[in-house]
């Protein structure tokens, strides 16, 4: 079994704190969900997991198996077994999908050790068939003119081809079909088990319909407010945000601009 533990970690970017102590700790075998209003800092806790340059983590700490993530380079810590689906998947043109993908293999598998491309050939059409993703996907270029729910489905196939310890999936269902949200949950799915955990970011209920989570947690204002079951993914696509707000007594956080008494 393997573990990351996040432990009062703040974030800032460009000066200004994002993350406000952020405490979460996900074993593998689990699949964990977090929920929360927009621009409460989701996005931004799966760069500074993944080790984006633009956050800077102020203080706090993230470890794999006691390992400190903070002190690695981002591809030491994909290295490491971790892995970002992002919100938004950049395109990058001249790098073929399957080029891409067998280099991120080999840098993980190290040299001397790199995967036959017959037996990457095979495991990438078996996947790709998987997905039903059709073959002529592998041979372009990263992201390069795909459609939303193509670019979320490959970052899947990525997924399941790199098999990372950790899982991080930003916003994976947003912009897909129906058919589309089954096949990707079928992939996500097909991962769980003991050498696999991950963390679903989504706003909707609808995903968690698919992959069931070990455990959901509510992100507020720069921090994990509130966790449960499946059962809290439910209230809150029932009655959405100000019952926990309420609750745990948050305020808005809007400037105080003096016009409202
Ligand atoms: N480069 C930046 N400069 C200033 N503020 C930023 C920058 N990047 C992100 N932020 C701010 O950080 C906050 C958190 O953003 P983040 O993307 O983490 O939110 P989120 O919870 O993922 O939201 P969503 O549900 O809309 O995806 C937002 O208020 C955003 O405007
Ligand atoms: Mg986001």
């Given at each position: 079994m393997s573990t990351l533990v996040i432990k009062d970690l703040h974030v800032e970017i460009e000066g200004k704190e994002?993350?406000?102590?952020?405490?979460?700790?996900l074993n593998t075998n689990e699949v964990h969900a977090i929920m929360g209003p927009n621009g409460t800092g989701k996005s931004t806790l799966a760069s500074a997991i993944m080790g984006h340059p633009k956050y800077e983590v102020t203080s706090g700490s993230i470890t794999l198996d006691g390992e400190d993530v903070l002190a690695m380079e981002v591809d030491e810590r994909a290295k490491a077994g971790l892995f970002l689906a992002m919100q938004y998947?950049?395109?990058?043109?001249?790098?073929?999908?399957?080029d891409f993908m067998r280099s991120a293999i080999n840098a993980k598998r190290g040299e001397g050790n790199e995967i036959s491309l017959m037996k990457f050939i095979r495991e990438l059409d078996e996947k790709m068939d998987y997905l039903e993703m059709p073959e002529e996907m592998g041979q372009r270029y990263l992201?390069?003119?795909?459609?939303?729910?193509?670019k979320k489905r490959n970052e899947i196939l990525q997924l399941m081809m790199l098999k990372p310890k950790f899982g991080i999936l930003d916003e994976i269902d947003s912009g897909l079909d129906i058919d589309a949200l089954k096949v990707v949950s079928k992939g996500i799915n097909a991962m769980?088990?003991?050498?696999?955990?991950?963390?679903?970011?989504?706003h909707y209920q609808r995903l968690l319909?698919?992959?069931?989570?070990?455990?959901?947690?509510?992100?507020?204002q720069g921090r994990v407010v509130k966790s449960g079951g499946e059962e809290l993914a439910q209230k809150l696509?029932?009655?959405?945000?100000?019952?926990?707000?309420?609750?745990?007594?948050?305020?808005?956080?809007?400037?105080?601009?003096?016009?409202?008494a």
């Open positions: 994002i993350l406000k102590g952020v405490n979460l700790s998947p950049s395109e990058i043109s001249g790098v073929t999908n399957a992201n390069e003119g795909f459609s939303g729910g193509e769980r088990g003991e050498g696999f955990g991950c963390l679903m970011i989504t319909n698919y992959i069931t989570p070990d455990h959901v947690h509510v992100m507020m696509e029932a009655e959405g945000y100000d019952w926990v707000k309420q609750e745990l007594g948050i305020e808005d956080e809007e400037e105080t601009t003096g016009q409202e």
